[in-house]
T-cell receptor, first 115, second 116 residues
Framework: DAGVIQSPRHEVTEMGQEVTLRCKPISGHNSLFWYRQTMMRGLELLIYFNNNVPIDDSGMPEDRFSAKMPNASFSTLKIQPSEPRDSAVYFC?????????????FGPGTRLTVL | AQTVTQSQPEMSVQEAETVTLSCTYDTSENNYYLFWYKQPPSRQMILVIRQEAYKQQNATENRFSVNFQKAAKSFSLKISDSQLGDTAMYFCAFMNKNTGFQKLVFGTGTRLLVSP
């Protein structure tokens, strides 16, 4: 298995631009998570999907952030408009089953720099 | 809300020695999981070990073991026979099992450097 796939690995953009981060979970996993990692705040859960449905989005910082999961094999995290304080590493993770606590498998992350 | 505290920002150890990383947590729940994740310079988050709160026996995975003190809300990670490849950030994490939601709450991490 290829593991969780994220693209792009690095993104540099200018303030005000739209940014879209992409994630392909491990096949057969039905839970998907987006995390953000910064020096100041550490690792934070942004949003959590189960069977393509958002379950907990309380970590989404503000309306500029949105996430979708149109099918079991693809999710996006969009920031519009982007701001310098959004600079961080964004991780996607997937897990095989909600009702049984399983390991979350993390992707390699996308390093976002907003100038 | 649950919180996880890692009080050691950085630790150093020589190859083949043993090192212990500290973690404490605060929760009113009694049914939960605790995890240690490793993040090497490659940035990939890798699960090292997990502990279920209702299990009294400490989890062990090869050179990695935990000291789980439920009453003290302490969950330390011991790495025996340290290897250069153990150099990484180590994150302690908490998951409340009662909600059924797999939300991980992470500590701020401990940077471990293993030197020859």
């Amino acid at each position: 298995d290829a593991g969780v796939i994220q693209s792009p690995r690095h993104e540099v953009t200018e303030m005000g631009q739209e940014v879209t981060l992409r994630c392909k979970p491990i096949s057969g996993h039905n839970s998907l998570f987006w995390y953000r990692q910064t020096m100041m705040r550490g690792l934070e859960l942004l949003i959590y999907f189960n069977n393509n449905v958002p379950i907990d989005d309380s970590g989404m910082p503000e309306d500029r952030f949105s996430a979708k999961m149109p099918n079991a094999s693809f999710s996006t995290l969009k920031i519009q408009p982007s701001e310098p304080r959004d600079s961080a590493v964004y991780f996607c993770a997937s897990s095989p089953e909600q009702l049984i606590i399983h390991e979350q498998f993390f992707g390699p992350g996308t390093r976002l720099t907003v100038l | 809300a649950q919180t996880v505290t890692q009080s050691q920002p950085e630790m150093s150890v020589q190859e083949a020695e043993t090192v212990t990383l500290s973690c404490t947590y605060d929760t009113s729940e009694n049914n939960y999981y605790l995890f240690w994740y490793k993040q090497p310079p490659s940035r990939q988050m890798i699960l090292v070990i997990r502990q279920e709160a209702y299990k009294q026996q400490n989890a062990t995975e090869n050179r990695f073991s935990v000291n789980f003190q439920k009453a003290a809300k302490s969950f330390s990670l011991k790495i025996s026979d340290s290897q250069l490849g153990d150099t990484a950030m180590y994150f302690c994490a908490f998951m409340n099992k009662n909600t059924g939601f797999q939300k991980l709450v992470f500590g701020t991490g401990t940077r471990l450097l293993v030197s020859p």
